[in-house]
């Protein structure tokens, strides 16, 4: 047992390389890019420290790539999702009895890792088998992933730390037990971090964990799962599962011992998730904990007192940054009519400079979206809005899925301000934007507000301090994170917890402490050393 009261290496933000043209971190992440591309990766399960194979492989491609095989992984079924649960039973109590500073020594030896000799690694396997360009895969797979184990550790002495007062003869303790049974982690292709992230976080704090990684982003999950193994992570306390996410859903929330899911993706299928463990509450031995973090609809709105190259530049990175693939991604915009052709001046100009193509070039801002089915949708709504007499393509339109699956960063503008681009989210580089009239701010925020279902980020652009504050007042429900004068995206672990409200999540904000307490259960205990003995209180 420890013989002292441990700090923990206090956090800091892992510093962004930025691999300029001749620099050595870009030489390096070449060398590896061209490592992966001649060569074909055999990705397993990995069940209670085993590698499970199966008779079902899957290939994978880049998305920029698609006549190009990264490799292939094991495809688990039913039974692997049963022997996940139990292999995370079996380390259940070893793990949740194991001192927390070996916990904490296991996840910052995984962030130094990420930080070091797997830096290249996870973010080539991003950059091939998500199509980010080095840069998006640097702020992502390399950073946030470093940032979200380091500061977790942060905040999980936080909140140990955080004990009761006690009177005198009394003394009052609280532990932070792991939840009774086991975590699932559902994580979405679009970010490295939060697929690490999510089935870290509750792992960190004592509990085990099933993870099934989207379809679509395993190629970086297995690299995750090396760095959790080399870092220590015991056999069974993380068990990575792929399976279809309807087969896994089945087999975890109809179990007893199923505590909790930590989720990130769809509104549409987060909502289902909740709706299943409603139905199978009488299953379980505790109240499962439900954390997810959804869809978006996220806004830029922009008044006359706006810098209009600030908005044409949030709009440019905002929504085009990952192919818009971010949650956060600027995809509906409300602009004043006095400052529109200004705006658009900077903004089209900016556009007609962005390329897009294969990330191994790095020059490329842009890169191809995640799937066939996530570029057929795109293209069906690029193609409706050249149809509707309400909408215009201002800028790109173009879909090619010959080589990879390329969308050119859209932008439409529409006359109807709950034109559906408006108001659903797509989840790729297109954006819609709406004029308003500069008297009719009111009226306009109103419409904001009630545009949409989802409530994630907002960006507000003004000179104007009054102004600032009548809109981010007005909107206070409509983001869970604002921006004021930059773009809506581009959160930082440590310093803008993230999540949203309404349609988009449980806002429990991953990168803080408000997500690591959704992973214990609190046991108060009192120590009395008068033993009292008296049964009437005087009066
Ligand atoms: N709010 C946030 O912090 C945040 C962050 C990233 C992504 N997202 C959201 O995620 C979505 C994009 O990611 P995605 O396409 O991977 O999301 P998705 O909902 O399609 O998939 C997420 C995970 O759920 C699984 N899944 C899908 N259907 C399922 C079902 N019926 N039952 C059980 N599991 C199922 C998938 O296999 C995947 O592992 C967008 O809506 C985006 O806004 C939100
Ligand atoms: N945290 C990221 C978004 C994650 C969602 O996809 C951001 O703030 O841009």
Redesign the pocket.
């Known amino acids: 047992m420890p013989k002292g009261i441990f700090n923990v290496p206090t956090a800091q933000n892992e510093p962004i390389y930025s691999y300029a043209p001749g620099s050595p971190e870009r030489a390096s992440l070449q060398q590896q890019l061209d490592a992966y591309l001649s060569t074909t990766l055999d990705i397993p399960m990995v069940i209670g420290g085993e590698e499970v194979r199966t008779d079902h492989t899957i290939s994978i491609h880049p998305p920029h790539n698609i006549q190009h095989t990264l490799g292939h992984y094991h495809q688990g079924d039913e039974t692997d999702i049963y022997r996940a649960i139990d292999a995370a039973q079996g380390a259940h109590q070893k793990w949740a009895d194991l001192a927390w500073e070996h916990r904490a020594s296991i996840f910052l030896k995984a962030a130094d890792l990420i930080a070091g000799p797997y830096r290249d690694k996870i973010n080539a396997a991003t950059m091939l088998g998500q199509s980010k360009n080095a840069f998006q895969a640097e702020i992502d797979a390399a950073c946030e992933l470093v940032d979200f184990l380091r500061f977790n550790v942060n905040y999980m002495t936080q909140i140990y730390a955080d004990q009761p007062a006690s009177s005198p003869g009394v003394w009052n303790r609280v532990e932070y037990r792991p939840l009774e049974g086991f975590v699932f982690a559902l994580t979405p292709f ?2 490295t971090s ?1 697929a690490g992230n999510l089935p870290s976080a509750p792992a960190m704090m004592g509990n085990v964990v099933i993870w099934k990684p989207s379809k679509t982003a395993v190629y970086s999950a297995h690299i995750i799962m090396e760095v959790f193994r080399e870092a220590g992570v015991p056999d069974g306390v993380i068990n990575l599962v792929f399976a279809s996410g309807p087969v896994a859903a089945r087999v975890i929330f109809d179990h007893p011992d199923f505590a909790g899911i930590h989720f990130t993706g769809s509104t549409a299928v987060f909502q289902d998730i909740w709706k299943t463990i409603g139905n199978n509450i009488l299953k379980y031995k505790t109240y499962p904990r439900i954390v997810g973090e959804t869809g978006g609809k996220d806004f830029v709105i922009a008044h006359k007192s706006c810098d209009a190259r600030a908005v044409a530049t949030a709009l440019t990175r905002g929504a085009f940054e990952y192919q818009g693939q ?3 991604a600027a995809s509906r915009a409300y602009l004043p009519a006095s400052k529109w052709s200004e705006i658009k001046e900077h903004f089209l100009g900016q556009l007609k400079d962005l390329t897009m193509g294969d990330p191994c070039d790095f020059s490329h801002f842009v890169n191809a979206v995640i799937d066939e089915a996530s570029f057929d949708k795109l293209a069906g709504e690029i193609k409706a809005a050249q149809a509707a007499p309400e909408a215009e393509i201002l800028f790109g339109g173009r879909c090619d899925k010959t080589v990879g699956y390329f969308i050119e960063p859209t932008v439409i503008l529409t006359t109807d301000p709950l034109y559906r681009t408006m108001q659903e989210e797509l989840f790729g580089p297109v954006l819609t934007i709406y004029i308003y009239d500069d008297q009719k701010l009111d009226e306009t925020l109103d419409l904001l507000d009630k545009t949409s279902i989802y409530a994630l980020t907002g960006a507000v652009f003004a000179q104007d301090r009054y102004v600032i504050e009548k809109i981010t007042r007005r909107l206070a429900n409509a983001a869970g994170n604002f921006y004021i004068n930059d773009k809506p ?3 930082v672990v440590g310093q803008q917890p ?1 999540g949203g409200a309404r349609g988009s999540g449980t806002n429990d904000k991953a990168g803080s402490y408000l997500n690591m307490l959704r992973w214990v259960s609190p046991a108060p205990s009192k120590k009395t050393s008068t033993h009292p003995t008296i049964i009437n209180i005087p009066l």
């Open positions: 679009n970010f939060i971010k949650c956060s995206t581009g959160a993230f």
